[in-house]
Structure formats: structure tokens, C-alpha cells
């Protein structure tokens, strides 16, 4: 038993957990299958319209940072399980529809504009709901080889759902490749309704409902969880823009085709997989240490992806910037779901959810404005260099407070609900 424990994949030994991954690896590659060929096509229908594209991601996003607390009280006041079986047919039936206007050949733009913003209604309560989910499925001990284990299959998904998505569109076009994420959905749905309910452990429901106002008050109160947050919200707004700055980098500096395109994205998918299955061996909640050196580490790389003189030099050192990014997004994610109280995990999520991605519509807004004026490498420098400048202030902060002899607030592990190993 000790030895399954320490294995890399123990968390799938969980038949709920199994289910809901295989699920997921499915769905979540046409999903990336269908972000390609939905970038493709806004940049093939405004010509090269950064400004449209980052409009896209902004109609998309922009729910999550309206609703996303909302959805994480649904999260822990209702059946997680039933929640996520309602949002994934319902991304389904969106995406279904949004495939027969292309393939009928009367898509307009403000029917992708349309779909996104549904899209992002749907998910933000979809994403609070299935990050508390995992907890449910495997339990408190395999949580962190879970949470390393969604990143990992997301990401694996991320690596065959572009280059698929780009080999396909070259083919036969963008329509089928939409028709293939709308049908992917239905795996997750599958998945979900093959589990068996008396396995999850579920905690109760809170006596006076799930406030959205007690979430908030909870983490105002948790100042280990208030910094690693801090540091998703400004990395989130100007680094974690990616699905706008690499079709452009793809198209108007490299002036790659779909299948160029494709194979950029999965280089930066593979340092994101490798990522995955390297936080696969975290056993407990990381130190804030970890945190902070992880974000300074992918801000300096993603400064050195925007100078990358040729393709190349780009799909090499997009692949160390995805990497950093998942490393830090795990070590941040895990840092602060490890040190919530199972009650408030729901909303707690769902705040993480929506800073690490309601955010992004203001960010894709300016990174948007930004490479249209300066080009596409305007975007990964400012991303880079701005998240750098943020870990370096939480560095600093963390150095004086030590000097002056104050609680290292900044690094406190004094909330620490689990022992760290």
C-alpha cells in the first residue's frame, strides 16, 4: 500500500477519479482542438485583428469575473457532480451550434463573439466546481497527486489537441474540428454518470447557506492564502495571455500556417505536461517560498520567449515558459486549496478562479491594444516583465518585513492545516 502511495499516478488507483480523468483527457482536447480553429478563424475573417482576438478571449473570460463567486457558492451549497453534468451539455449544445453556422458557411463574427461569452457563462460555474470536486473524489491525502494528475491529462490534451486541430483545419477546415469538440463533451458526461455517489466525501452543507461574503471574509483572514493570490492576479492580468500572444507570434512574425501554429502551441503544451507530471510528487502544501521563486522564474522565461529570434529558438523556449507556467499555477493552486477548510473550498476556488482567469479579458484588452501597436512581441515582454516585477516586490516585501523583525506574513506557514513534507 505504502508503495501505490508513492507512486506518480496513485491518485487514479481511485475508480471516481479514473472515470472523471478519462473523461477529461477527451473533452479537454477538443476543447484546445476548438480554441485553434477558433483563433484561426477570427484571425482569418479580420485579418490578423489582434484587437478581434483579444476580444474573443475577453467575451470569454469576462463571465468568470462576474459570476465565478456565484458559481463557487452553488459549488458548495449543491451536488458537484450534477453541476458539472449540467455545464458540460451545456458547452456542448453551444459548441454544436457554433459548428453548424461554419459549416453551413454563414458564420459571422458575432456569432464566435456570441459563443464565447456563453462559453464563459457556462464555465464559470463549471471551473469552481470541478477544481472542489477533485477534493470529493480522492480525499484530502491524494489531493495534491490529484490536482497534479488534472493538470497533467489537461495538458497532455493540450499537446494532442493543437497539433491535431492544426492538421486538421490545413485538411478539411475549421467547421469539423468545432463538430469534434462539441461531441467530446459527452465524454465527461459519461464519466460522470458512471461514478459511484456513496465513494465521494462530501462535507456538509453549511447550515445558513453558502454566503458568497463568508468566502471572501474567510480568506481576508488568511494572509498565507491573500499573497499567493496576489501574485495569480498580476501574473494572470499581463503574463497568462498566451491564447492571444501565440497565434500572433504564430502568424505576423513566423508567418506559419495552421499546422506552424499548431506545433508552437504544443511545444508550449509540452513543458506544461512535464510540469504536471513533475508536481506529481508533491506530497503536501508547498512553502510560499516556492511560490513566489516558481512566478519570478516564469516571468524572466516568458521575456525570453518574446526575444526568441526564430521558430525554432520560439518552440524551445515556449516549451521552459509552459513549464514555469503550470509549475507556478500548481504551486499556487496547491498553496491555497491545501490550506482551506473544506467548507469554504467551493468559494475559496472559485476566488482563485477568478483572478487566475476572470482577470484575463482586462489583460487580453491590453495585451490586445498593445500588440497591435508594437507587435507581437510586445505582449510576452510586457507579460514577462511585469510578473517578474511582481515576484521580486513579494521578495523584497518578505526580506524587510524579516529585517524589521516583524511575522514573515508574506511566507507565514502559521495557518498551515496540513504537515508539509
Not at 461514478?195 to 462535507?203: Q, V
Request: glycine share 10%.
Amino acid at each position: 500500500m505504502e508503495k501505490t502511495r508513492r507512486t506518480p499516478f496513485r491518485s487514479l488507483a481511485v475508480r471516481n477519479f479514473r472515470l472523471f480523468a478519462a473523461g477529461q483527457v477527451v473533452s479537454v482536447a477538443g476543447t484546445w482542438m476548438m480554441i485553434t480553429a477558433q483563433d484561426w478563424l477570427v484571425l482569418s475573417m479580420t485579418e490578423d485583428s489582434g484587437t478581434a482576438l483579444g476580444t474573443v478571449t475577453a467575451l470569454q473570460f469576462t463571465p468568470l469575473l462576474l459570476f465565478t463567486l456565484y458559481g463557487g457558492r452553488l459549488a458548495d451549497r449543491y451536488d458537484k457532480r450534477m453541476l458539472l453534468t449540467l455545464a458540460n451539455l451545456v458547452s456542448g449544445a453551444c459548441a454544436l451550434t457554433l459548428a453548424v453556422f461554419v459549416l453551413a458557411g454563414s458564420v459571422q463574427l458575432w456569432h464566435v463573439y456570441l459563443f464565447a461569452l456563453a462559453l464563459g457563462t457556462v464555465n464559470a460555474v463549471e471551473v469552481p466546481t470541478r477544481m472542489s470536486f477533485v477534493s470529493e473524489m480522492v480525499g484530502p491525502e491524494l489531493l495534491p497527486n490529484a490536482s497534479a494528475m488534472s493538470a497533467a491529462y489537461f495538458n497532455t490534451a493540450r499537446v494532442v489537441g493543437p497539433a491535431l486541430a492544426g492538421l486538421l483545419i490545413s485538411a478539411i477546415g475549421t467547421g469539423p474540428v468545432m463538430l469534434v469538440n462539441a461531441a467530446s463533451y459527452l465524454a465527461t458526461v459519461a464519466g460522470l454518470r458512471m461514478m459511484r455517489p456513496e465513494e465521494l466525501t462530501r462535507t456538509a452543507r453549511p447550515a445558513r447557506g453558502a454566503r458568497v461574503i463568508d468566502g471572501l471574509r474567510y480568506v481576508r483572514g488568511r494572509p498565507d492564502l491573500l499573497v499567493p493570490l496576489a501574485l495569480v492576479a498580476v501574473i494572470g492580468l499581463f503574463g497568462f495571455n498566451f491564447q492571444l500572444t501565440l497565434p500572433l507570434l504564430a502568424k505576423t512574425v513566423f508567418h506559419s500556417d495552421a499546422t506552424g501554429f499548431g506545433l508552437l502551441t504544443t511545444a508550449f503544451a509540452a513543458g506544461s505536461l512535464l510540469a504536471a507530471f513533475a508536481t506529481t510528487a508533491r506530497s503536501g502544501r508547498p512553502t510560499a517560498a516556492v511560490v513566489t521563486g516558481s512566478a519570478l522564474a516564469f516571468g524572466l522565461l516568458e521575456t525570453a520567449a518574446g526575444w526568441s529570434p526564430n521558430y525554432a529558438s520560439a518552440a524551445v523556449l515556449l516549451c521552459l515558459t509552459g513549464f514555469a507556467t503550470i509549475y507556478f499555477a500548481q504551486a499556487a493552486n496547491h498553496r491555497v486549496q491545501l490550506g482551506s477548510d473544506p467548507a469554504y473550498r467551493g468559494r475559496v476556488m472559485a476566488l482563485y478562479t477568478l483572478i487566475l482567469q476572470g482577470l484575463t479579458p482586462l489583460g487580453a484588452l491590453l495585451i490586445g491594444w498593445l500588440t497591435v501597436r508594437h507587435g507581437a512581441r510586445s505582449g510576452l515582454y510586457a507579460g514577462g516583465l511585469v510578473s517578474s516585477a511582481a515576484a521580486l516586490a513579494v521578495l523584497l516585501a518578505g526580506r524587510i518585513r524579516r529585517r524589521r523583525g516583524a511575522a514573515p506574513a508574506l511566507a507565514s506557514d502559521q495557518f498551515e492545516p496540513t504537515k508539509r513534507r
